[in-house]
């Protein structure tokens, strides 16, 4: 399902389903079957952030790996349980979605003259994702009855998934030709992948073919063979799609043009220069169209706080116990930051309080425009933080990190609870499964990042994945420590011009003008590697092109064939780290 311009997101995104009396749902093979998918996508997902610089649809592809695990083992599973299983593979995600912080640490760390007083290792971050993971599950429990219930916001990838689930369930053809279209499409991702020279393995051409002029293949310009980047841009539609390309024109185009003119590039320059300049412009859009957004419908923001309602039905997850569990969790991320990675008492509570307004701006953007705005938001908590306690590089970037995956955990659970809304599911069982999954998740990402950074490198000229979000998060740590004099010339006039531009892009947006880019969108082109764009936006066009010539193919094909292009390549790219720990595999 496309995230853009879909004429059939609210019709579906108000559909409210029952579930027949007797039916089961949390089950302990859906729980067993539940936190297999959790490691699977916990472990593979950080590979797909780190290498496009955000996060792509991960419920779809969590419920189609439901529908196989449970299929496998069983053939009389149910819609209900496959909903539970989905739920452990997004929250896992989502938490495994947190690796940009784990690399902000190693790219800070890396830097001349920059002192970080901590060093995670794989025991601290879990210790630290989970925590704070599962506090953001709990505080997001009494916002289902405002987001979902209420208001009824479209939330595109929880309805996505709950059409999948939907379409899958039953012994019927169509979900066995989706279940095929899965298969065939991630062995052909993984056959690619194994065929570039990212794998290590065959290496029989390079995984980025630079195209155009000397100045455009320094900056990268090219095609990345990567069907995961092909099926990321089928996912997310034509509009943002084109606003990305764009962003590459403008960030790895004309800016090094730009900057070689001036004498700001030296004539050997490299794409990771091109990023350290264009990163800045790039952010100032991300950021200012964000809250720009948020003023606009502070009405709407205003209801979210007055209205949040204590109404709660018998499947519900009560809230005593979320109220218990909430103190619990927070006292155990006290003492974890405390003892562990020395944040103060009173820093942890602060990131705490304020995670909850950027819980609230998160959800109320990712319900309507089905972009979770955190990464940009945490920019924002480094500012705060950076006034708080000035010139403390390390507290900004486990406070902020903190109140960011706090946020970030109640992205996934608003999504699962939108797709059970959908079906009918018991909002308790869902929540207790996120629960359980999130430190599936936060163990998963601990012990695999480590094994990418090594085989694939995160650091330097040569890495491969360069995770753009990353690279904006310790940009701007030495920034709040340093002063803007740390920044490349001309890079805060860009900043500034790039704000003012994401506020216009914004104010225009809300008027529902279907020509307007997205600035999200604008941004991010110009800080993920262009030639990763480039395919992206050849699945965009694919996307559009399918879904007007065969909207019969379309509706069954589609989100499959996507999810197996971006399952084939992660999965293999988290194989090949283990092979070459366990000594089968040299690189």
Not at 20 to 44: D, H, K, N, Q, Y
Not at 233 to 262: H, K, Q
Not at 292 to 297: D, E, N, Q, R, Y
């Amino acid at each position: 399902m496309s995230h853009a311009d879909r004429d059939d997101v609210r019709t579906a995104a108000d559909r409210v389903g029952v579930k027949p009396p007797g039916i089961r749902e949390f089950t302990p093979r859906a729980v067993i079957c539940g936190l297999l998918v959790a490691v699977v996508m916990g472990a593979s997902y950080p590979y797909v952030v780190l290498k496009l610089g955000f996060g792509p649809n991960v419920s779809v592809v969590a419920a189609f790996f439901g529908y196989l695990v449970l299929g496998i083992a069983f053939k009389n599973f149910n819609r209900w349980e496959n909903n539970i299983v989905q739920t452990a593979g997004t929250a896992a995600a989502q938490t495994a979605f947190m690796c940009v912080l784990l690399a902000a640490f190693d790219m800070l760390a890396a830097r001349p003259g920059t002192t970080l007083a901590v060093t995670l290792t794989p025991m601290k971050s879990f210790a630290w994702l989970s925590t704070a993971g599962i506090l953001g599950v709990l505080m997001a429990v009494p916002m289902r009855q405002h987001f979902v219930v209420d208001e009824k916001l479209a939330f595109p990838d929880g309805v996505a998934a709950g059409e999948t689930i939907i379409a899958l369930d039953g012994e019927g053809p169509e979900a066995k030709k989706a279940a095929r279209a899965l298969a065939v499409a991630g062995l052909a991702s993984a056959a690619v992948m194994l065929m570039t020279e990212d794998a290590h393995v065959l290496n029989w051409f390079g995984s980025v073919t630079a195209i155009g002029t000397t100045v455009m293949m320094a900056s990268g310009v090219g095609v990345n063979w990567s069907l995961l980047s092909l099926g990321s841009g089928m996912l997310v539609g034509l509009r943002i799609n084109l606003s990305m390309l764009i962003g590459v024109v403008v960030g790895w185009i004309a800016v090094p043009y730009l900057l070689l003119d001036r004498g700001i590039l030296s004539p050997t320059f490299n794409r990771n220069d091109v990023l350290l300049w264009s990163m800045w412009p790039g952010t100032g859009m991300l950021i200012a169209s964000g809250l720009t957004a948020l003023v606009l419908k502070w009405d709407v923001l205003k209801r979210t706080f007055t209205n949040l309602s204590a109404r709660a039905d018998g499947a519900s997850f009560p809230l005593r116990w979320t109220a218990v569990g909430i103190g619990l969790s927070s006292v155990a991320l006290i003492i974890v930051q405390k003892t562990s990675l020395g944040l103060p008492v009173w820093v942890t509570v602060v990131a705490i309080l304020l995670s909850v307004p950027l819980m609230l701006v998160g959800l109320r953007v990712l319900g309507e425009t089905n972009w979770g705005p955190i990464s940009q938001l945490s920019n924002t908590m480094q500012a705060i933080f950076g006034a708080i306690v000035p010139g403390n590089l390390t507290v900004n970037m486990l406070a902020s990190g903190t109140t960011g995956t706090i946020a970030v955990e109640s992205e996934a659970l608003m999504q699962d609870y939108k797709a059970g809304h959908m079906i009918g599911s018991s909002p308790k069982y869902l929540t207790i499964m996120q629960i359980l999954a999130t430190p599936v998740g936060a163990a998963a990402v601990s012990w695999m990042y480590p094994l990418l950074r090594s085989t694939y490198g995160i650091v330097g000229d040569n890495a491969q994945l360069s995770s753009p979000i990353s690279r904006r998060m310790a940009g701007f740590g030495e920034i709040l420590v340093q002063g803007f004099g740390a920044l490349p010339a001309g890079a805060v006039p860009a900043l500034v011009i790039g704000a003012v531009l994401g506020i216009v892009l914004a104010v225009l947006e809300s008027r529902k003008l279907g020509w307007v880019p997205s600035p999200t969108g604008i941004g991010i082109g110009m800080m993920v590697p262009a030639a990763v764009i480039l395919v992206m936006v050849v699945g965009g066009i694919v996307e559009h092109v399918w879904r007007r010539t065969s909207p019969r193919t379309y509706e069954v094909y589609l989100a499959p064939t996507a999810s197996g292009f971006i399952a084939g390549e992660a999965l293999v790219a988290v194989i090949i780290p283990l092979l070459v720990v366990l000594g089968l595999l040299s690189v």
